[in-house]
């Protein structure tokens, strides 16, 4: 390999090195290089509107995501899986950037951590809870499959990823020329990092994680951008391709998943009891906002 | 602001949803943004090259970096601030990603954990270490402001940002049309999130340090993303603009800002005695390769 590499490129380690210059070395895998990229310029750059930030919380490895449209006059952001103990640094954030926050959108009624979008609520008034339908839990809006979820000019769309929990759902941003491409997914525990999440509580069920995950997310274009609710390995991103080519559970045929998944010997979730009741109000046990149902409109 | 938001877009919680629908409601500021897109759209789209991850080790909160030029036929990769730990994780993902590590790459000689570049060099021999030469550290390449580091048709350009220690480096993707956009600079322990580095080991200087980020680092774009080496509180990126703006240290003045360094209190650094003589072979105790001075080509 590196015998082949060598021969195609100049690169002994000093040749890499044009110290103190400014013109780039010009050689013929540059110039096939600079067509390239004249080509890939006419393509739309299309990311110019989402302010995108992912956010983590450590004891419970979980991500937050924060998007926003800040080619919009007013900035509309929304909040993805927010932590209990994060809301303030969250809420700081949102202000520094001068974003209104509209949304904070849970992907499922977590286990292992308290929500932050009920203390979200209580400091920030005008935020509307969103989770699914599917869940049966309370919020200010209630979505369901195909729903969209609109913050200026951009959208997500929600996609039905039971199995984990019997409400998850994946939030995919927009198919459209004026939305962010690659397309990112935010898929929850339904789709980790070269992982899943587990299918023994909450209604889980390893067919049905097994039937969402290739029909709901393997579905998108390859390039399309993994965003989980955790890892515990220190992943950030991933892609479908990646998944669809090396998850070592969701590769393997339905039934060695599920054999998998019987097996995994996991020990009893230490927050289950005090995260689940919790969430299913949205983190608020005095809901005020009467639940509107989305998707009857 | 929520009656003028109220005013400028019928945000009302329903109209967001277009249930099941796939068209996008048309209104007087979608058309604006359509107009908005369309000039976006003349833009360059530069990014179609760099593969780009940011991995997290738990333990001591350090991010490693994985760039690779992906549009070039050997997709040349580098990794800056791996860790002892996740060696084996950053190579498997290379791997996978069909990627050629050819460096590995330190910011500075660090003091809290122990650096990977040893143990990758033994798994991937042919991969050459890179730390500065003001680190006074061994390493295969050793660099000075200044010098790019090529890998395929990107580049990183070298900046000298003492203060947390003497030999700090910070490494900028290049200023190029053909270069990522915007530019994301990998500051090391120089600039933090809302930080910096502690400045009282290791030839640490306040005054120094500075004078760094005031003429290095935020002299770039105002909308160069800022990759720290560390991140204690969950944050994943910033750009020199929100630091200039928002910077609790740095947007004091020089004197203030070494009075709250030198009253930091902090306790002694508890891996400094294992990490950095490690860290000074750059994680081989016995260096085979004898270092070369690539800034005197």
């Not at 979505?143 to 039971?162: C, M, N, Q, S, Y």
């Not at 998850?247 to 039934?255: A, F, G, Q, S």
Request: proline content about 5%; aromatic content about 8%.
């Amino acid at each position: 390999m590196l015998r082949i590499y060598a021969l195609r490129l100049p690169l002994s380690n000093l040749s890499l090195f044009s110290s103190h210059s400014q013109k780039p070395r010009l050689n013929n895998n540059y110039r096939t290089m600079m067509n390239y990229t004249k080509a890939a310029s006419s393509q739309a750059f299309k990311n110019k509107k989402l302010l995108f930030r992912q956010l983590f919380e450590k004891d419970s490895s979980t991500y937050t995501y924060l998007l926003a449209d800040v080619a919009h006059p007013e900035k509309p952001a929304l909040l993805i899986d927010p932590v209990d103990k994060t809301v303030d640094r969250d809420l700081s954030l949102v202000k520094e950037l001068g974003l209104k926050l509209i949304y904070a959108i849970n992907t499922h009624v977590h286990a292992d951590h308290v929500t932050g979008t009920g203390l979200i609520k209580t400091k920030v008034p005008s935020v509307k809870s969103i989770i699914s339908k599917a869940s049966k839990s309370k919020a200010d809006l209630l979505i369901e499959a195909g729903d969209k979820i609109h913050f200026g000019d951009l959208f997500l769309e929600v996609r039905a990823t039971p199995g984990h929990t019997l409400g998850c759902v994946t939030y995919v941003t927009g198919d459209g020329s004026d939305q962010p491409q690659p397309r990112m997914a935010f898929t929850g525990d339904a789709l980790l990092i070269r992982g899943c999440g587990r299918t023994d509580f909450q209604g889980g069920s390893a067919h049905q994680l097994y039937q969402s995950v290739h029909s709901q997310i393997f579905s998108l274009p390859k390039e399309t951008l993994i965003y989980p609710a955790h890892d515990y390995r220190g992943f950030t991103v991933s892609t479908v391709g990646e998944e669809m080519q090396y998850n070592p559970r969701l590769t393997k045929d339905e039934e060695m998943f599920k054999s998998i998944m019987e097996n995994l010997n996991l020990p009893y979730p230490k927050m289950i009891d005090i995260a689940v009741p919790s969430n299913m109000v949205c983190g608020l046990q005095d809901l005020s906002v009467k639940p509107v149902d989305a998707s009857s409109n």
